[in-house]
């Protein structure tokens, strides 16, 4: 079977699961199921967006929790200023998506625009320390923020309206955030199929050789941390409403590393990997936190034997044909 198949069957096989999923928890009677599915669908939409650079790029960046927050932040911002009858710079705001979540998208695709600049001066364990640094700042920043919660983070009145759809409905918000993932996985397969994509790819295998045949690495990195930054704040737009309540927490280092860790799990650099990790690992932390609040003691010995002996991850071999990268 040919990659493309593995590909297609693997993400056929998910999409059905994903859809068919709150029908069996509605027959089961599992008030919790589905606000678990919805989690499992916004974690999986963060994570996707980092293997595309940590997987096809071997860009690791240990602070893309800031771009979670920044997306969760603006839409609860300026949703709380439009409920208070408060004017944002004269304009009046709204509640509406259509209009609040691409100014949040837009937030974060600059300041991925500005760190991602910054950082990729440099490489390796420099450019992690860098991402990591940036998103303490941005953690504290929001701490700073007094006067919408601070530490205690930020209420939403209500989920943000989009026309012909319900988001209070939980079922209508799961299948939006479902159909957001599903796009998004199209079009982070159809870029690392691209000639863009195979540069890309190239940069990380050999760059010394790219750069011989003429290819300047800076702009397709820092394309590909933007397009990352965009969809993890779009994850983080979702969990805002999905929530309804944000929080710096949404930006420390240990949301960042969650998210690394779910990839990682999953398998690098296949995309579809990453959907497979976030809802073991959600489902791993639902199992033991009913065990034990000391949860991560269990999942963290778990995720060192993954790491040891499962080095491609739940999907990285069957995804990659046993191919090693």
């Known amino acids: 079977m040919s990659k493309f198949d593995r590909f297609t069957l693997t993400g056929i096989v998910m999409l059905v ?16 199921g589905l ?11 963060a994570v996707v967006s980092l293997d595309l650079i940590i997987g096809y790029g071997a860009l690791v960046s240990f602070g893309h929790a800031m771009f979670f927050s920044v997306g969760g932040y603006m839409v609860a911002v300026l949703a709380y200023h439009t409920n208070m009858g408060d004017t944002i710079f004269g304009w009046e705001g709204t509640n509406s998506a259509l209009v609040l979540w691409p100014l949040a998208l837009l937030a974060c695709a600059l300041l991925g625009l500005v760190i991602g600049y910054l950082a990729l001066k440099t490489r390796g364990v420099q450019f992690i320390m860098i ?27 209500m989920r943000n309206t989009m026309p012909g759809i319900d988001l209070d409905d939980p079922f209508a918000f799961y ?39 003429g290819v300047n690495p800076l702009p397709f990195r820092l394309a590909a941390f933007v ?62 936190t009913i065990w034990t609040e000391h949860w991560m003691i269990v999942m963290g010995p778990i995720l060192v034997l993954i790491a040891l002996f499962g080095q491609q991850g739940m999907l990285g071999r069957f995804l990659k044909g046993g191919r090693h990268d």
């Open 131 to 157: 991402t990591l640094a940036f998103a303490q700042m941005v953690y504290f920043i929001l701490v700073s923020l007094q006067y919408y919660g601070g530490d205690d983070g930020l209420m939403m009145d």
């Open 35 to 45: 606000p678990l599915l919805t989690r499992i669908v916004i974690y999986a939409l």
């Open 227 to 288: 397009i990352s930054a965009v969809g993890t704040g779009l994850a983080g737009v979702l969990w805002a409403n999905y929530a309804e309540f944000v929080t710096p927490d949404m930006a420390t280092w240990a949301k960042s590393g969650e998210f690394m860790a779910i990839v990682t799990l999953g398998g690098l650099g296949t995309l579809l990997g990453p959907i497979a990790g976030a809802a073991a690992f959600i489902g791993l932390e639902q199992i033991l």
């Open 17 to 32: 699961l994903l859809i068919a999923a709150p029908f069996v928890v509605a027959q089961t009677g599992w008030h919790g």
């Open 175 to 213: 299948y939006l955030a479902l159909g957001l993932l599903v796009l998004w996985v199209l079009f982070c397969r159809f870029i690392v199929n691209s000639r863009f994509g195979m540069v890309f790819q190239g940069l990380r295998q050999s760059e010394r050789r790219a750069v011989n045949l």
